[in-house]
């Protein structure tokens, strides 16, 4: 199953950051990452 992981990036006028990753692969992969417009500001 994958991860979605969120992170705001203060340098980046606090845009948030969507990773998604695979948990189960050694090391963790990482599927995707992109700025989500839609949550900005809420989190």
Known sequence: MLEHR???ISEC???VLR???NPH???VRVITLF???KIRGKI
Do not use: H, Q, S
């Open 6 to 8: 969120l992170a705001v």
């Open 13 to 15: 006028e606090n845009r």
């Open 19 to 21: 990773v998604i990753i």
């Open 25 to 27: 692969t050694n090391p």
């Open 35 to 37: 700025f989500d417009r």
